[in-house]
Every structure is written in C-alpha cells, then in structure tokens.
C-alpha cells in the first residue's frame, strides 16, 4: 500500500489555479444574470466594474479579481457533502456584497485605479459609483431569497451579519486616518471586520445551503475569518512594498491615504528610534495635510523606517500566525480529505501569493 500524503503534501498537489478557475466559471453566468437586471445605466456600469466592457462598451476580457471567494463558497458545498454548484447561489451573493464594497470604498478612498483601470467613479462619477454599490447590495439578498428555503434564509443571515461587520470595519478605517496613534488590537479588530467577515462568510455559506448544521458552518466561518485577517496582512505589505505593475495601485498606496494598517501601527507600538521617528513624522503629516507635495524620497524614507522598526517583519509574522489558526479551524470538520486539502491549498495562496 503506497504512503498516505501528509496534510501539507496534500495541499501542495492542489492546482490553485483550477479551484480559482471553477468559481469563476460557475459563479459568472449568475453573477451576469443578476447584474442584467439593473436599469439602465447602472447594467452597464456594473459590467465596466467587473471587466466585462470597456469604458466606451466594448466586450473586455478584463481582470475580475483572484475570485477567492467564489472558490470557497462552492468549496464550502463539498465540505456539507453537496456538489459545488449548490455553492453557487452563495457565491454570486458574496462576490455582489464585495463589489458593493469596492465601488462605495474607491470613492470614499479617492482612489483612481483598481485592477490596472480606472475606477468607477472616476469614468461614471461618484453617484453611479453610489447607486451600483447599493444596488450590488440589494441584488445579493435576492440572489439568496429566489432559492426559497429554510437553508437560503440561514445563508442571508450569515451575508447580512458579515455585510453589517464589513461595513464597520469600513468605518473603522477610515476614523483610524484621522488618529494619530491606533493600536495593533484596534487594526486587528476593524482588519477582520473589513476583510475577515465576507471570507469567513464566503467560506460557510455553501455549507449552509449544502444544509450542514451550524457547528459545522462556524468551524468554517472561524477558517475564513482567520485566512481574512491572513489575507489582509498580505495586503497591507503589498499596500506599502507591493509592485505598481502587479498591484494595479500608486507606489506606497497605503502611505498616501494615510491608512493605518499593520506594519504602521506595529511599527509604532514597536519603541525604539526608528518608531519614535516615525510617529513624529506621521503626526507632522496630519498637520500639514499636503501629501499632495511629497516626493517618491519622501515616501520611501517613511516604508525604511516602518520596515526598521519591525513593522514589515511583524505583519509577515503575523500573516503566518493567521493562516495557521485557519488550517487549525478545518480539524473540527468532518470533511472529505480532498476538500480539506483544496482548503489548505487556498490558505496557502492567500498567504504566499504575489502581486
């Protein structure tokens, strides 16, 4: 009888690209499907923002995201033992409440660019920017409601509930911009709100559908919650030191919106030199509100001392820690040993993943 794989060589054997593949290729269709039926011009709108069209309504093969998601929804599904396109519903539901984010957060943000295009905003205006976001939103809970059980209206809970905590966390960061200090707990706290809700959601809400108990679909929620925070502490590296070609975003992106994210604030609890410096300078720059003027050396010279005072390392250490707790969520659930190994598998992308 040949060996039985560890875990880990399990997870390794997974091609990531195939899992992300499938979500993308089952949730589409649907997700086109519900978009169609906004009203003019908000269809169309809504399809620049996925990369359908282009700016003048052109077909566009354009990037639609990693669609980690609607990899774990339909995932999500074989872990209750159902077939994946049980997932389906749910993945179109938490890809809309993401989009929904996206356009209302690119505005808020001022951002101009998002996967290597203008945002929506800046090509539509702000109030379609507004008016899609809140329609994405509404069309979610339908998506959800249309399948008419007991096992739909468990799902729209779970999306509600992570739909209120990503909008606290929303909230939370862009409140943490106007501080000049915020603590490491506090970024923890709003990262998973803003990040770890719609994962930890997205990663059980096949399930329910699938009908599994809510033990088991808190086991899987506390997975995505933890890959979440895993997530967005790659983010926040990328949001500093992430490459312009790859991340589609400005050099020092998070610099320049004055985002308190992890290696900021650990960088700034961390003491020493390199901290005090930077806590002075970042307190000069609130004051002097004109990031407008700043040179790249200006930039540059802040992510070096974020970087030497442990803020870098720390954020990396940290993601680390994360994915680790969410494989350890996955011990609790019974589930076939290849699905818990798909599992794996996309915890490791998140973390390992490059920009």
């Avoid at 979500?23 to 923002?49: I, N, Q, S, W």
């Avoid at 909008?167 to 990040?195: F, P, W």
């Avoid at 307190?283 to 803020?311: T, V, Y």
Wanted: charged share 25%; proline share 4%; glycine share 8%.
């Amino acid at each position: 009888m040949p060996p039985v794989p560890s875990a880990e060589e399990a997870a390794d054997a997974v091609d990531v690209t195939a899992l992300l593949e499938r979500g993308r290729t089952l949730a589409t269709p649907v997700l086109k499907e519900a978009v169609d039926r906004l009203a003019p011009p908000m269809d169309t709108v809504a399809a620049y923002h996925f990369g359908w069209i282009d700016a003048a309504g052109n077909p566009a093969d354009g990037d639609g995201g990693k669609a980690v998601r609607p990899a774990l929804a339909v995932l999500s599904a074989q872990a209750a033992g159902a077939a994946p396109e049980v997932g389906v519903p749910g993945a179109v539901a938490v890809e809309l409440v993401h989009n929904f984010s996206l356009l209302h957060d690119d505005l808020m943000d001022g951002d101009e660019q998002r996967r290597h295009r203008d945002t929506v905003w800046k090509v539509h205006g702000p109030a379609q920017a507004i008016l899609v976001g809140d329609a994405l939103f509404a069309l979610a809970n339908e998506v959800l409601l249309e399948i008419a059980s007991v096992d739909a209206g468990r799902a729209t809970r779970r999306l509600t509930t992570a739909s209120r905590a990503l909008i606290d966390g929303q909230a939370q960061d862009i409140s943490y911009e106007h501080r000049e200090r915020v603590s490491v707990e506090e970024c923890l706290e709003m990262e998973g709100n803003k990040t770890g809700a719609l994962l930890a959601c997205a990663s059980s809400i096949g399930a329910v559908l699938g009908g599994a108990d809510d033990v088991t679909a808190d086991a899987l929620e506390k997975y995505g919650y933890h890959l979440g925070l895993a997530f967005q502490a790659v983010d926040d590296l990328l949001g500093i030191w992430g490459d312009p070609e790859s991340t589609g975003k400005q050099t020092w992106s998070d610099l320049r919106q004055r985002k308190k994210s992890l290696p900021v604030v650990a960088a700034l609890a961390a003491g020493g030199a390199a901290s005090e410096r930077l806590g002075e300078l970042l307190a000069a720059d609130a004051k002097n509100n004109d990031f407008d003027n700043f040179s790249e050396a200006e930039f540059a010279a802040r992510a070096a001392l974020i970087e030497e005072a442990g803020g870098r390392q720390w954020t990396a250490d940290e993601a680390r820690r994360q994915h680790e707790i969410a494989l350890e969520a996955l011990d609790t659930v019974q589930m076939p040993a290849t699905v818990r190994a798909q599992f794996a598998a996309l915890a490791d992308f998140v973390v390992v993943r490059k920009r």
